[in-house]
């Protein structure tokens, strides 16, 4: 995967200061020369102590600060190296989506499925059964298991889910896993379910599956009876 330029700085949204000085810290992220995005990192600090992006001073408290900002530096430049280890384009926009959970926890897979698997568990009995929920609850864990082996990653937003990823998971099954053409069919149609209810809520407009043909189970060869045949005779 090539990964791009990344940069993470920091500055003081001085529009917003109380009374006291006291400015939001915002992080920016720019991935190469073009993609860029920013974000509250849920810090205020005062003016008088902010010097080039950082705290100035020995005191505990620009110490604490400087922690915290280094901590949200490394937490952003790992995303992203988790995300270009799935596939390449990942954008400013994709890092900051995993980073802060945009959107609720619905915005990663993993976190989307999950809530599925909950909301479903509470109509079985109603429209629902508890062996489409155990069902539900092994795709999960297959999906799980996928990303920890392949890319070490414990979720992706669903911006990362791609034809590549898609057909990655395929080949887990096949090679990794051993499973059968039909039981890998089954384990891809759930995931379909997860990533349509995700295009219906308007999470995502692009449609990774386009393009994935599943291997089909070899059909049985079937042969005539000897009344079959004298009937053709």
């Given amino acids: ?8 700085s920091f500055y003081l949204k001085k529009s917003e200061a109380d009374a006291d000085g006291m400015c939001p810290v915002m992080a920016r992220l720019n991935v190469g020369k073009y993609s860029e995005a920013s974000f509250s990192v849920k810090l205020r600090v005062p ?7 950082r705290a100035s001073g020995k005191s505990v408290k620009a110490k604490e600060i400087n922690n915290r900002l280094d901590e949200i530096r490394a937490m952003a430049l790992g995303v992203y190296a988790e995300l270009s280890a799935v596939r390449d384009g990942v954008t400013a926009g994709d890092v900051k989506s995993l980073l802060l959970g945009m959107a609720g926890e619905q915005a990663t897979l993993l976190s989307y499925f999950r809530t599925f698997i909950e909301n479903f568990a ?14 539900y609850r092994n795709a999960y864990n297959h999906v799980e298991r996928f990303m920890r082996e392949k890319y070490n990653l414990s979720d992706i937003p669903f911006s990362a889910l791609t034809l590549s990823f898609i057909q990655d998971y395929d080949s ?6 051993r499973l059968s053409p039909g039981t890998i069919i089954n384990l891809t149609v759930q995931l379909k379910i997860i990533v349509g209810e995700a295009v219906a809520d308007g999470i995502i407009t692009t449609y990774p599956f386009t393009g994935y043909e599943p291997v089909r189970p070899k059909q049985k060869r079937r042969y005539l009876t000897s009344e079959e045949l004298q009937r053709l005779m």
């Fill in 47 to 53: 003016q008088a102590i902010w010097s080039s992006g």
């Fill in 122 to 135: 509470k109509r079985v009995g109603v429209n629902r059964t508890e062996g489409s929920l155990r069902s």
């Fill in 1 to 8: 995967m090539v990964q791009a330029n990344v940069k993470v």
């Fill in 172 to 177: 887990h099954l096949r090679t990794d896993c």
